[in-house]
DNA sequence: GAATTAATTGAACGTTCGTTTTATTAATAC
DNA sequence: GTATTAATAAAACGAACGTTCAATTAATTC
């Protein structure tokens, strides 16, 4: 707490004005980032209905979000440990949410057979870990860019479940952000 | 460490005539999970030359490895920054030197038009994530065995290569083992 | 501009932590 | 069986932590 503080430029006291406690603070910031997530892909969630179409929203919009939001995510991940039963029980529940929109996109392709998929479950697993993983090695300004990334991976992704079509695939530079809320 | 040595049945003081601190008994922990882990990829590694038979080596093998110590893979990754700067350093090298492995598997397939590969550098780190990632939802004696789990991430895998023969990726479990050291 | 409220500070409290010290028990050597 | 060494326990130390409290400053109201 004396840390933070000090990286805002006032005393750890002055803290619990805005906090009662340092879970609190916590709490705070992992539930926003969840409720950011959700919210930015209920804004970025594609009119079309084509599981591809879908699919490339969903990448595009997690990628672009979490590199955003690099700290926040880390904290998000690291410190689950920290949060009290109940409110644990709250961010995993945001996290389910937000991941069945993943499954249900997955579960269509495969029913429609555009998708070549396993276990819809273990997809939706490997692919959030995958793409959430970005954030531990991407340093903003090396030798790729947030675009070149998100296309690589959703290339990645379009193979991984199969995807017949390698158009989604190919070089397409992610739009600069314009769609996100 | 009162914790630690209470599970350990003993007192906390115990503790330190077998390490001088708290941050060489992790440092210590790390370090053997890395050896562990390359020893184990040593002695798994295939004879054979075709990137299929090795891909598939890799992946079974670290698969395996991690969720068969999934706890002290969980320590490994979360308290990197408790290490110091020289420690965390020569951990950091023996995860590249691992890495190394899977990117000269990568490159060979790409080069022999096996494999489709954008970015052998990204693609190795999204396949460890992915990978790796098993061990933040698997739980024993759930759903899925881990050679269930094992199977289908290899197929998942081959697929995100590029891999053109399917035949790595279709229910091939993994046999029970024997070859780990 | 005095009175009141809000925000911030600086110091302190009580706990927990990693670690050390001293005493005690267990094991080994002669 | 005594002497010596090694392993453990019990207690304490000092620092860091989350948090509280009294005092002070800043902002707002009339």
Known sequence: MRQLAAEVGVQAAALYRYFPTKEDLLFTLMREHMEGLLE??????????????????????????????????????????????????????????????????LRDGAEEGRFEIDDVGLTAMALIQMMTGVIVWFRPGERLSIAEVTATYLSMTMRLVGAKIGAYGAARPREKDAVAL
């Open 40 to 105: 930015a892909w209920n804004a970025a969630r594609p009119a079309a209905v084509d599981p591809e179409a879908r699919l490339a929203a969903y990448v595009e919009n997690h990628i672009a979000f979490h590199i955003e939001r690099r700290h926040a995510t880390h904290v998000s991940n690291m410190e689950l440990r920290s949060l009290s039963h109940e409110r644990l029980t709250q961010i995993l529940k945001m996290r389910t949410t937000y991941e069945k929109e993943l499954r249900a996109i």
